[in-house]
């Protein structure tokens, strides 16, 4: 069972990594590591639970102490990386709004934070930070107007319309990006640490009964 939870941590982090991919790569000094450190923890948890099986298979006290020890270490972890997200998730979010209103300033088109921003913005179809005039004090707008990344589905957005502000407003997202990225990150991180903390708890029943 041990073990099961430890693929299910693993799973969870590598699904976080998958569906958060463009928020977390939108300034690597901004991100969070929650992710990874799930699929580490899962990986050495999967290992470890290997060496539990192996150590009651001989019937050594000392092993069967270890492995004790590192799952009293793992909860410990893992309680305190739930407690430390929850208290300064504010200050998290504060971040991440930076770090997009920096990707939106900088944007080329090219790199990595800038294809992130497209990605948003088709994702959840918004523009810009707070709405679509916001990309009209960047450099990128003044050589090519808004990204293509901002046209609704159902528009051709030709670049005459992308350069002129009032005639782009018929044509791409209203919404701006920062609320919407934020609602998607708590809600995401919400789901991973909810189910981090329940697997906790439910290791430290493990540990009562072995």
């Known amino acids: 069972l041990l073990q099961f939870t430890g693929v ?14 463009a928020y977390l790569s939108l ?24 060496f539990g099986c ?12 270890l492995y004790a020890m590192f799952l009293t270490l793992v909860f410990l972890a893992e309680l305190v990386a739930g407690v430390s997200g929850f208290i300064f998730r504010h200050e998290i979010k504060a971040k991440l709004g930076d770090a997009y209103k920096n990707a939106v300033k900088n944007y080329n088109a090219n790199d990595t934070s800038s294809s992130a921003v497209d990605a948003i913005q088709r994702t959840l179809q918004c523009c810009g930070v707070n709405n679509y005039t916001d990309w009209g004090s960047t450099s990128y707008f003044r050589e090519n107007g808004i990204p293509t990344s901002c046209c609704k589905a159902n528009t051709k957005c030709s670049s005459e319309t992308l350069k002129d502000l009032d005639k782009a407003a018929s044509e791409v997202y209203n919404k701006g990006c920062f609320t919407l990225v934020t609602i998607v990150m708590e809600a995401n991180l919400g789901i991973i640490a909810g189910i981090s903390f329940g697997i906790a708890f439910f290791q430290v029943h493990g540990m009562l009964f072995f």
């Open 8 to 21: 299910i941590l693993l799973a969870i982090g590598v699904w976080g990594k998958v569906s958060l991919e």
């Open 27 to 50: 300034a690597s000094e901004e991100s969070t590591n929650a992710p990874y450190v799930l699929i580490g923890t899962g990986a050495t948890i999967v290992i470890f639970g290997l």
């Open 54 to 65: 192996f150590a009651t298979c001989r019937g050594s006290p000392w092993m069967l102490k």
